[in-house]
């Protein structure tokens, strides 16, 4: 699970989450089933550990392995949602490349930030900040998350999500 592990530097634990998130979660947000064929060689959390991420919902979580973190990537079988975990991740650093990437959608969708949160708390602060792509053509609306937080006490300091929305 997401122990302990030597700490890299801030701008490169980000730089790996944002690029697993983007090179997973975004790539194949419109085929799950691809991706879980792309993790397939990944090792998979056993069913207990996995429960924590999956809260309950049904589906698999990987170890994704880096040399800037560890991070856990989870994917829904019962909705379209993807779901990538860092132990360790810069709050801000982080949130700046997030909005960079799903802040400006590509052609033909239009961005809009739907969340963006901020609440400090007795071991930290826990920022949320979400956006969702739409054309008028569609129904279904990819939507983006990020969740971090600074307490290192947390399970994971981040969290983002690619999900399809209706």
């Known amino acids: 699970m997401l122990s302990s592990i030597a ?3 801030p701008e490169q634990q980000a730089a790996a989450f944002m690029d697993i998130y983007s090179s997973h979660c975004l790539k194949y947000l419109h085929d799950f089933d691809g991706l879980r064929k792309q993790l397939a060689p990944l ?3 056993p069913a207990e550990a996995a429960a924590m991420f999956l ?6 979580a990987w170890s994704v392995p880096s040399k800037h973190g560890q991070f856990i990537l989870v994917v829904h079988s019962d ?3 993807c779901a990538l975990y ?3 991740v810069p709050a801000a650093t982080t949130q700046a490349m997030f909005e960079k990437v ?4 590509p052609e033909p969708f239009r961005s809009e930030r739907k969340r963006n949160t901020s609440d400090k708390g007795p071991d930290g602060v826990k920022s949320t900040v979400a956006y ?7 129904p279904r609306k ?3 998350a990020l969740t971090t937080t600074t307490s290192k006490n947390s399970v994971a300091q981040g969290v983002a999500t690619a999900a399809i929305g209706h």
């Open 43 to 45: 090792p998979q959390l």
């Open 132 to 138: 969702e792509w739409s054309t008028d053509k569609s």
């Open 102 to 105: 799903v802040g400006k959608a």
């Open 86 to 88: 860092a132990k360790t």
């Open 7 to 9: 700490l890299a530097a």
């Open 142 to 144: 990819p939507l983006f």
């Open 79 to 81: 909705k379209n949602l």
């Open 55 to 60: 809260q309950g919902a049904k589906g698999s």
